[in-house]
């Protein structure tokens, strides 16, 4: 099984080698999230709301990366691979600080978390440049970096480092039909602006984090996936989604409800229309 695309492509692909017994080969020709390397698939329903997680028994045999294919690709791809895998370190850092299980139900290793913080790292250093070199459909070593974040440091970072409360509301944020249309990255980055006020980050680094997604034009403001005047109804069910029984979201420190995840949300989104205005 060859696969040739996105992550919805690779995803079906990795799932389908499994269920056939086949060596699988991953080509992505974009770089827009960390599905590439991971030995998972996420199943959605019909309706586009995520189902579950399906685990398979090894990585993909091989994973090939053309960065002159993914440099022509729209650039809104990177940087949705950006908001994918700035989630990476924060996520797995909670984990680490919780002892909670990476997705092969162990502790992470020193070198999924040096990872995960390269990839983090990476793309706070280069991703600007990322996107302005994919803008130009031009490869530069900055370019290069971040596709490598995106698709191996994110992978191996959330695989064996562990996912948290980002992905958790992005799962939430499926419940609502208007977000179906933006990519899984997008909505992750609501998760990560969400997060850096769930578990009460330091305000300077909050800032650092949201200068990050206005510079490269990650979403910030749920407005941005779609969600204009959602009602506080609508943002409950998004809240509760992320809590559901056996949520990642539970690998955070901090005690979780859905009021909590409601309060984080409707903060990280005042904070991103606040910062619009300035
Ligand atoms: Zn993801």
Known sequence: MIAVGGGKTI???KAVAHNLSLPVIIAPTIASTDAPCSALSVIYTDEGVVDRYLFLPTNPNSVLVDTSV???APTRFLVSGMGDALSTWLEATSCQTKYANNFAGEKGSMT???LAKLCFDTLLEFGYIAKVSNDANTVTP???KVVEA???LSGLGFESGGIAS?????NGLTMLEPTHKYFHGEKVSIGVVTSLFLTDKPA???DEVYDFCESIGLPTTLAQV????????DLMKVATRACAEGETIYNELVPITPEAVFAAIKAADAYGKARQLV
Request: glycine share 4%; aromatic share 10%; charged share 20%.
């Open 226 to 233: 779609g969600l204009v005047d959602p009602s506080d109804e």
């Open 142 to 144: 900055a370019f290069e």
């Open 204 to 206: 300077e680094f909050i």
């Open 112 to 114: 999924a978390y040096a």
């Open 166 to 170: 980002c992905h958790a509301v992005h």
């Open 70 to 72: 993914i440099a022509n």
């Open 11 to 13: 995803d079906t692909a």
């Open 150 to 152: 995106n698709t191996l």
